[in-house]
C-alpha cells in the first residue's frame, strides 16, 4: 500500500512537471507576439488546462492505461519505474530548452519498464503503433492547418490595415491560446489519470473493468490541478525556443497556430489518442513561418527539436528498464 501512495504521488509530481515542461506550448506563441505578459499567459493556460475535464472524456486515460502494455503484465514497480524515466526525462529537456514530449517519455518509460518485467509480449503492438505513427501525423496536422488557417486568415483581411489586423488578432488570440490550452489539459493530463488507475487496480482499490462514470473523480481533480499549477510556473527555457528561436510571430500568426494545434488536439482526444502536444503546436508554428517563405523558419532549431523527439521513446524507454532491475534489485516490490 506505501509503494501505491508512492506511485500516485509520483503521477502528480509528473503532472506537474509536465505542465510546466509544456507551459510553452500554451503559452510561447501568447507572450512571444506580446499579447499577454508572461505571468498573464500561465494562468490564463493554467485556468483553461485546469476546466478541460469538463469539455472531454477519459478515452487518453484509457488507452495509457489499458492500450500500451498489457494490463496483466504490469506491477506497481513497473509504473514507479515508468513515473520515474518520464520525470527524469523532463527534467532533463526543460534544463536543455528542448520541447520533447512529455507523453511519448511516459509511454517510453512504459513500454521499457514493461519488458524488464515480463518481455517483449506484453507490449501491445496496436496501441504502441498508433502513439508511434501520430509521432508523425500531429506535427505534420498542425503544420497542414496552420498553413491553411493563415492563407485564409491573410485573404480575410486583405481589405484591413495592418494596424487594424494586429489589433483584432490580439483579441482573438485570448480565444486561440484558450483553445489551445484546453485540448492540451484534455491530453496531457489524463495520461497521469490513466497510470494512477492501473495503480488503483493493482492496488485492489479500482475494480479493472472500471467504467467512465466509476472512474475516481479525486483522480481527475487532482490531475487537472497539478497540471494546472505546473503551468503557473511555466517552463521558460522552452518558450524561448518554441516562441523566439523556431520563426518569428505576429498575433495574426500566433491565432493560425494555435488554432490549428487546437483543432488536432480537440481530434485526437475524442478518438484516445495520447499525442505530444509539443510535436502539435511545433508543426503549426512550423507551418505559420512557411507560409512566408521557407527561410523564415530557423531550420537548424527545428532539426534539433525533431532530434529530440526521436530519441525521448527509446531514451526513455532505456532508462525505464534499467530502473526497474535496479528496483527489484533493492527489493522494491
Given amino acids: 500500500m506505501t509503494l501505491l501512495y508512492v506511485i500516485i504521488a509520483l503521477a502528480l509530481i509528473f503532472d506537474f512537471i509536465n505542465g510546466f515542461h509544456d507551459a510553452a506550448n500554451s503559452i510561447a506563441t501568447v507572450v512571444s507576439t506580446k499579447v499577454l505578459t508572461p505571468f498573464a499567459a500561465v494562468v490564463w493556460a493554467a485556468f483553461f488546462n485546469f476546466i478541460a475535464f469538463l469539455f472531454f472524456g477519459l478515452h487518453v486515460a484509457t488507452t495509457i492505461a489499458k492500450d500500451i502494455v498489457n494490463p496483466e503484465t504490469i506491477t506497481l514497480t513497473v509504473i514507479f ?28 518509460g512504459l513500454v521499457g519498464a514493461a519488458v524488464a518485467h515480463a518481455g517483449f509480449g506484453s507490449v501491445l503492438g496496436a496501441g504502441l503503433s498508433k502513439v508511434l505513427v501520430f509521432i508523425i501525423i500531429a506535427p505534420m496536422l498542425g503544420f497542414l492547418l496552420a498553413y491553411i488557417i493563415s492563407i485564409l486568415v491573410i485573404y480575410l483581411s486583405r481589405n484591413a490595415t495592418p494596424s487594424k489586423v494586429d489589433k483584432k488578432f490580439r483579441k482573438l488570440q485570448l480565444l486561440s491560446a484558450a483553445a489551445y490550452s484546453l485540448g492540451h489539459g484534455g491530453n496531457d493530463a489524463q495520461k497521469s489519470m ?33 497540471m494546472a499549477i505546473g503551468t503557473m510556473f511555466g517552463g521558460w527555457r522552452i518558450v524561448k525556443t518554441m516562441g523566439q528561436k523556431i520563426t518569428k510571430l505576429r498575433p495574426f500568426e500566433g491565432f493560425c497556430a494555435e488554432s490549428a494545434g487546437a483543432l488536432t488536439l480537440f481530434l485526437t482526444v475524442v478518438f484516445g489518442i495520447p499525442v505530444s502536444t509539443t510535436h502539435t503546436i511545433t508543426g503549426a508554428i512550423v ?10 523558419v530557423k531550420w537548424g532549431v527545428a532539426g534539433n527539436i525533431v532530434w529530440a523527439w526521436i530519441l525521448t521513446i527509446p531514451i526513455s524507454a532505456i532508462v525505464g528498464y534499467i530502473t526497474y532491475l535496479i528496483s527489484v534489485k533493492l527489493g522494491l516490490q
Wanted: charge should be positive; hydrophobic fraction near 50%; glycine fraction near 8%.
Fill in 81 to 108: 519505474a515508468t513515473l520515474i524515466s518520464s520525470i527524469l526525462w523532463n527534467l532533463i529537456t526543460w534544463y536543455w530548452g528542448l520541447p520533447s514530449s512529455s507523453s511519448h517519455a511516459l509511454v517510453g
Fill in 194 to 226: 490513466g497510470i494512477i488507475a492501473v495503480a488503483l487496480i493493482l492496488g485492489n482499490q479500482l475494480d479493472k473493468n472500471y467504467t467512465p462514470a466509476e472512474f475516481p473523480f479525486w483522480v481527475v481533480m487532482s490531475c487537472q490541478v497539478a
Fill in 287 to 296: 507551418g505559420v513561418g512557411s507560409r512566408q517563405r521557407l527561410s523564415a
